[in-house]
């Protein structure tokens, strides 16, 4: 397999045909991590952006979920989302962990799902990854499917239509399940990972704190503070 993580430009790389993948969900407290991948070509990147389709960043969680829609609508077959819940995550994240990786190399195993998956659907060779690694990590997850394959990995990367395509799907697979989470507990579960701790007291209060692993990705020092008045009864108890 061939990479290359600096291309000269990625407005010119010239591909006839390309995956995009990028991910969502990795910087907030609560709900689900996702990853997602569409298979490309001049034809389907055109109307991608005739549907308005860019940076999933920079569009609001409406638009996220309309344009979403059409784009599966239109291209399911050349579509792959991978979701891990979040009690998942907590089981996968302590495997990794405890195996000396990081959350790094549990983003790689989802991004290389997402890609063997439309591989198995379409003949492609050129993959672009948002880069969120080092790229031999990404590498790695990826097995024999290196020697077929170029790979390149870059920052920034949604400034690509296939990529920017690839963030819209992912986030709009994070927004469902945190809306499915928010509505299974009745508490509205907030994105991001700033304003999230009084969300969690109440939580904790409603549901019990082994009830947490079920909407929140506990490894964030988030959780320290949201069991922080419960854990200092339990010491004041024993």
């Known amino acids: 397999m061939k990479t290359n993580p600096t291309p000269p430009s990625l407005e010119h790389h010239h591909w006839d ?6 991910e969502a969900g990795k910087g907030d407290y609560f709900g689900s991590l996702a990853a997602a991948g569409i298979y490309v070509n001049s034809d389907i990147c055109e109307r991608l952006r005739a549907l308005g389709v860019r940076d999933g960043k920079k569009i609001s969680d409406s638009q ?3 344009l979403a829609q059409e784009i ?8 792959s989302s991978v979701e891990v819940t979040p009690l998942r995550y907590n089981t996968l994240y302590a495997s990794f962990t405890e195996n000396g990786q990081n959350l790094n190399h549990l983003l ?20 672009l990854v948002d880069r969120f690694a080092k790229p031999e990590v990404l590498a790695a997850q990826l097995g024999t499917v290196q020697s077929q394959i170029e790979l390149v990995q870059v920052p920034k990367a949604e400034s690509d239509i296939a990529v920017a395509a690839a963030s819209i799907l992912a986030r709009e697979t994070f927004l469902r399940r945190l809306d499915q989470l928010s509505q299974r507990y009745r508490i509205q579960l907030p994105k991001g990972a700033s304003q999230v701790i009084e969300v969690g007291k109440r939580f904790v209060e409603a549901h019990g704190a082994e009830a947490l692993r079920h909407v929140a990705k506990l490894h964030f020092k988030t959780t320290a503070d949201v069991l922080g008045a419960q854990e200092n009864c339990r010491r004041q108890d024993r």
């Open 17 to 22: 045909t390309w995956i995009g993948t990028d």
């Open 64 to 66: 996220i979920r309309k």
């Open 72 to 79: 599966r609508m239109r291209y399911g077959r050349y579509v």
């Open 108 to 127: 790689a195993w989802l991004h290389a799902k997402a890609i063997q998956n439309l591989l198995q659907r379409v003949d492609c060779r050129y993959i």
